[in-house]
């Protein structure tokens, strides 16, 4: 096998590329930015070898890079089997009677039969309605009163119904996975809970609590993530400039960012990697072509501090907001 195809078994039997494409860019930048570069970035890291695609409503490039798939499979680079492309449930589709047309809608605008992964985003049920983010005077937030068991079970609807291959969900801590491993006539295991993972938020007890239920852990943010003031505390330590990862990098003669990228594969996470830059996409198709020693990884493991770039704060006061638990 291409090792740059290199995949894992996900607990319903298909199979998960071990990086993958990070698309999202913050709401703001989308004026800078053109949308089209979604497009053109997509397109090109499937051409350098990406197979794993991570993208969402919320980040409203669905279409660009859906096109951008659509335009790789019609020029003969890659076949619709072999690209692996996620979406997420955003929060204010959480009542189990929205989930489905939320992924129709997905699909319209990606112009795809079906998704591979489609997971809940956040646990955070919002109000429903046009507004993403709809918030009260004290900017917070709108809560919707929903059970995330309700939710769990409208995807599942939609993998029978084949609009997904797999169903999973992101940010939820280990109380909230338990709530739906252990709701009664459970159909299907999530398959992955993505969530914030780099080596100074190493989540070695999420990882543990998902390995010892064959939950795949995947990890954003990996880079250190993208520093938006909008998103994130910006006093914050800068992940890639870490004495220790740079002497590793240097050791090994790559970069820090492929030395964080490469330990996660190592420790058995599925990566995202998030460039709109083609050079760097092209480097971090690299992580398959160096080997970290177990000095390396117990020497970054040494690294956490718990050090959570997206706190997300607008969630704060929900009462599912899942950051406040230890994991
Ligand atoms: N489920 C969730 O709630 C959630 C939350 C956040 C993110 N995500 C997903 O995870 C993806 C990745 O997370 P992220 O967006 O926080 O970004 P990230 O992967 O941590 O990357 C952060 C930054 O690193 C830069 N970068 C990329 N390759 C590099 C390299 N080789 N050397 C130096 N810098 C490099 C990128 O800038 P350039 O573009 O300029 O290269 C990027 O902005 C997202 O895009 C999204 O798909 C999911």
Known sequence: MDPKGQRVK??????????????????????LIPKSEALEVTKFA???????????????????????????????????????YTSKLWCTFLRPELVRPALEKSLKTLQLDYVDLYIIHFPLAVKPGEELFP???NGKLISDSVDLCHTWEA????????LTKSIGVSNFNHKQLEKILNKPGLKYKPVCNQVECHPYLNQSKLLDFCKSHDIVLVAYGALGSQRIKEWVNLNLPILLEDSVLCAIAKKHKQTPALVVLRYQIQR??????????????????QVFDFELTPEDMKAIDGLNRNIRYYEFLIGVGHPEYPFSEEY
């Open 10 to 31: 996900l607990n319903d039997g298909h199979f998960i590329p071990v990086l993958g494409l990070g698309t999202a860019v913050p709401p703001v930048v989308p004026v």
């Open 46 to 84: 499937i051409e350098v070898g990406f197979r794993h695609i991570d993208c969402a409503h919320v980040y409203r490039n669905e279409e660009q890079v859906g096109q951008a798939i659509q335009s790789k499979i019609a020029d003969g680079t890659v076949k619709r089997e072999n690209i692996f």
């Open 135 to 137: 918030k009260d005077e």
């Open 155 to 162: 995807l599942e609807k939609c993998k029978d119904a084949g």
């Open 268 to 285: 058995g996470v599925v990566v995202l990697a998030k460039s709109y830059n083609k050079k760097r996409i092209n480097e971090n198709i």
